[in-house]
């Protein structure tokens, strides 16, 4: 089985040399975040984010490696309810790749 790439945070904090109580915070957050697919990690950094208040999302998306737009994505979201969101699939009808044809020279 393939090992799971954990993010390494780039706060401020976290790029001094020495301990501080949020690297291994932050450290633990980018292990859970290797744990959910696409959709619960957006979802997750936005929770973070709303409940860090101002400065939250570029905070969240230096510790988990996200992009501002894809944590406010995951904010609109929320403010709808998930109401938009299929609850049986991780992606909505027609997103990701699409099937590889292989060519028959028949």
């Known amino acids: 089985m393939a090992k799971t790439r954990i993010h390494q945070c780039e706060c401020d904090l976290c790029r001094q040399p020495g301990e501080h109580p949020e ?53 609109e979201e929320l403010g709808k309810d998930l109401a938009e969101r299929p609850e049986e699939r991780t992606r909505l009808p027609g997103g990701g790749r699409k099937p590889v044809e292989k060519n028959n020279p028949e």
């Open 23 to 75: 690297k291994e915070h932050h450290h633990r957050v980018n292990v859970f975040f290797s744990r959910l697919d696409e959709q619960q990690r957006r979802w997750y950094a936005a929770l973070e984010a709303e409940r860090m208040g101002h400065g939250g999302q570029k905070l969240v998306s230096q510790i988990t490696g996200l992009s501002i737009p894809t944590i406010q994505r995951g904010r």
